[in-house]
């Protein structure tokens, strides 16, 4: 079986701005990977994202294929600025996007509004993990809570943009009930996938592996999904590489 990784599932290439997020998820794999090679001393240096001016100063252009923007930070009340400086630069060159976020109703009104010129070339990929805040809270310390990612599926929708959503990793016993809430307002993919067992932290890791991905239930889940689904729902869902490298499939 070819094995996929990360980004490249979804892009040809991808930018970010900032080393850092304020976000600090528990799972978040650019986390560990500074932390490993040394661009932070310690986890709690993540929480404060650093700017990067070489690329904010970098010239844009026209890149081959689709890229990603943001993958190792997030478009966060404190980004929001420098991030809409870099997507109008990337976009007005002719550029394709995947933008992808937890997302802040209000950062994604304004958002929309500022690139709606270039619609065609973005596709906004939201990534919402639960249906549940005090999960969220805890696997994802500031981000946005259930509510503020859902109405800016909503309205990224209303507004005209494609539509996409991630849930990876789902931290529901199913994402079922969430699936059900949010795909009449996907254009495009909604995207399944687990955590990755080396790159997370906290006391509730344990009960998610002994008690969530368990690899029966994973299969069972999406057995169920090819059940219950009508084929207008089914044509949207994908299996991150996450559980497809587990060989299971839909
Ligand atoms: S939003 Fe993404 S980049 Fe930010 S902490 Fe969470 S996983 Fe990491």
Redesign the pocket.
């Known amino acids: 079986m070819t094995k996929t990784y990360g980004v490249y599932e979804w892009a040809d290439w991808r930018y970010n701005l900032f080393k850092g997020?304020s976000?600090?998820?528990r799972?978040?794999y650019?986390?560990f990977m500074a932390k490993r090679f040394d661009r932070i001393k310690s986890f709690d240096e993540w929480r404060n994202p650093v700017l990067s001016r070489k690329v904010y100063n970098n010239s844009f252009k026209k890149r081959k294929g689709r890229g990603m923007f943001p993958t190792?930070?997030?478009i966060t009340p404190y980004t929001y600025a420098y991030c809409i400086t870099m997507l109008q630069g990337l976009l007005r060159v002719g550029n394709e996007i995947l933008i992808t976020t937890?997302p802040n109703f209000h950062l994604i009104k304004m958002l929309c509004k500022a690139i709606k010129p270039y619609k065609k070339q973005v596709q906004f990929r939201f990534t919402i993990t639960s249906m549940d805040d005090k999960k969220l809270e805890y696997w994802?310390e500031n981000?946005p809570n259930y509510k503020s990612r859902k109405d800016s599926l909503i309205h990224a929708f209303g507004e005209g943009f494609k539509t996409s959503v991630s849930i990876e990793p789902y931290l529901d016993a199913t994402p079922m009930y969430l699936i059900n809430d949010i795909y009449l307002y996907c254009t495009e993919s909604i995207w399944i996938g687990i955590m990755n067992p080396k790159y997370n932290y906290g006391l509730r890791s344990t009960h998610i592996y002994n008690e969530v991905y368990v690899r029966a239930m994973i299969e069972d889940l999406v057995e169920v999904y090819s059940i219950a689904y009508p084929n207008t729902i089914l044509k949207k869902l994908r299996l991150k590489d996450s559980i497809r490298n587990m060989g299971i499939s839909l």
């Open positions: 997020c976000n600090n998820c799972y978040c650019a986390k190792t930070h997030d937890k994802e981000a």
